[in-house]
T-cell receptor, first 113, second 115 residues
Framework: KQEVTQIPAALSVPEGENLVLNCSFT??????LQWFRQDPGKGLTSLLLIQSSQREQTSGRLNASLDKSSGRSTLYIAASQPGDSATYLC????????????FGKGTRLHILP | DGGITQSPKYLFRKEGQNVTLSCEQNLNHDAMYWYRQDPGQGLRLIYY???????QKGDIAEGYSVSREKKESFPLTVTSAQKNPTAFYLC??????????????FGPGTRLTVL
């Protein structure tokens, strides 16, 4: 059974610092991995989607990497800003017939002004 | 504007009542999903539908029911059989349920509270 783990559960860093969020998954048989952002009381917004054949994706100050063989992904945020404060969720789409994605519990990020 | 709408934003239910949460999308997406989110938890799949007039149970379907009579709409009913329904409910859609490379788009959510 695929499980997705995100560590740490919460993180506070001063504004301007670079930071890394971690995601691990137990079964490497995945189609893709995705990072989402969720603001309090809101829906999810897709940040980056990495196909299983890819190693990384970049969007602005965000860079996500994927090491499928080791079951790990990282989300790198450069030059953090207070507006980056949110919960970041990692999700994988397993290689099975079911149309499902499996979510981690998220990392709650707080950028200190 | 294209997107997914959920209504109401907040919903209060008395014990023993059924309530229906609305989800509408104008993205022309084939697949639609319902998730439940509890504090500090990831999303758990309740039901999903890949095409009109067809839907499948997710991981926590007990106490919930859905219908998919129109491509644009995927309402979720929380029945009195759901013992702990207080949660944040998120609806999502995806272009095609059969493809693997596209993302899910999420609505703004409905917060359900049982009084």
């Amino acid at each position: 059974k695929q499980e997705v783990t995100q560590i740490p559960a919460a993180l506070s860093v001063p504004e301007g610092e670079n930071l890394v969020l971690n995601c691990s998954f137990t079964d490497s048989a995945i189609y893709n991995l995705q990072w989402f952002r969720q603001d309090p009381g809101k829906g999810l917004t897709s940040l980056l989607l990495i196909q299983s054949s890819q190693r990384e994706q970049t969007s602005g100050r965000l860079n996500a990497s994927l090491d499928k063989s080791s079951g790990r992904s990282t989300l790198y945020i450069a030059a953090s800003q207070p507006g980056d404060s949110a919960t970041y969720l990692c999700a994988v789409r397993p290689m099975n017939r079911d149309d499902k994605i499996i979510f981690g519990k998220g990392t709650r990020l707080h950028i200190l002004p | 504007d294209g997107g997914i709408t959920q209504s109401p934003k907040y919903l209060f239910r008395k014990e023993g009542q059924n309530v229906t949460l609305s989800c509408e999308q104008n993205l022309n997406h084939d697949a639609m999903y319902w998730y439940r989110q509890d504090p500090g938890q990831g999303l758990r799949l309740i039901y999903y539908s890949q095409i009109v007039n067809d839907f499948q149970k997710g991981d926590i379907a007990e106490g919930y029911s859905v219908s998919r009579e129109k491509k644009e709409s995927f309402p979720l009913t929380v029945t009195s059989a759901q013992k702990n329904p207080t949660a944040f409910y998120l609806c999502a859609s995806r272009l095609s349920g059969g493809k693997t490379h596209d993302t899910q788009y999420f609505g703004p959510g409905t917060r359900l509270t049982v009084l």
